[in-house]
């Protein structure tokens, strides 16, 4: 069965420091998709990125960039420079086979001090 | 503007008081789905339904009941809500073949 795990329970930096979030997920589907989703303190799902396992190369977008590896089945999440707007909970996912459901990580909360 | 909604946002209510959290997608999805989140567990599905009529058990039924009569309406029913159920619950759908799932806003439970 599909498996996300967070292991950071909460991280907190200083504003404009960099920071990333580990996600080690596990599957046996051959082709798979994984998420990332932020949650800020309202509480409402913001969707990040979908990527799909045929695609290992880096994204980047503005100061978030993720990394997929599946040789260690990881895809880690990285913000440059970051922001106080960037704290929340930051989730990261994967479908089961057949898409019913996404399993989700535990969650890694995120303080951004000024 | 394509959404899921979720009604009401928030509720607090007491132990045995059956309630219903509605949830309405305006995109003629078949797949939705119930998600409850507690701290510490992520997000767990409760139930899903893969159309009209066609409704299946996730990983934490328990508790819960749904029906889905009509494709754009899934709605969670608590029919004697307990403490343990105090929870943020989101829903959400999918079209067919897509991968591109949509989640409403939420919905802040509290049983007394």
């Known amino acids: 069965a599909q498996k996300v795990t967070q292991a950071q329970t909460e991280i907190s930096v200083v504003e404009k420091e960099d920071v990333t979030l580990d996600c080690v997920y596990e599957t046996r589907d051959t082709t798979y998709y994984l998420f990332w989703y932020k949650q800020p303190p309202s509480g409402e799902l913001v969707f990040l990125i979908r990527r799909n396992s045929f695609d290992e190369q880096n994204e980047i977008s503005g100061r978030y960039s993720w990394n997929f590896q599946k040789s260690t089945s990881s895809f880690n999440f990285t913000i440059t420079a970051s922001q106080v707007v960037d704290s929340a909970v930051y989730f990261c996912?994967?479908?089961?086979?057949?898409?019913?459901?996404?399993?989700f990580g535990t969650g890694t909360r995120l303080l951004v001090s000024p | 503007e394509a959404q899921v909604t979720q009604n009401p946002r928030y509720l607090i209510t007491v132990t045995g008081k059956k309630l219903t959290v509605t949830c309405s997608q305006n995109m003629n999805h078949e797949y939705m789905s119930w998600y409850r989140q507690d701290p510490g567990l992520g997000l767990r599905q409760i139930y899903y339904?893969?159309?009209?009529?066609?409704?299946d058990k996730g990983d934490v039924p328990e508790g819960y009941k749904v029906s889905r009569k009509e494709k754009r309406n899934f709605p969670l029913i608590l029919e004697s809500p307990s403490p343990n159920q105090t929870s943020l619950y989101f829903c959400a759908s999918r079209g067919t073949g897509s991968r591109e799932q949509f989640f409403g806003p939420g919905t802040r439970l509290t049983v007394l």
């Open positions: 996912a994967l479908p089961n086979t057949g898409f019913q459901k996404l399993v």
């Open positions: 339904s893969m159309n009209v009529e066609v409704t």
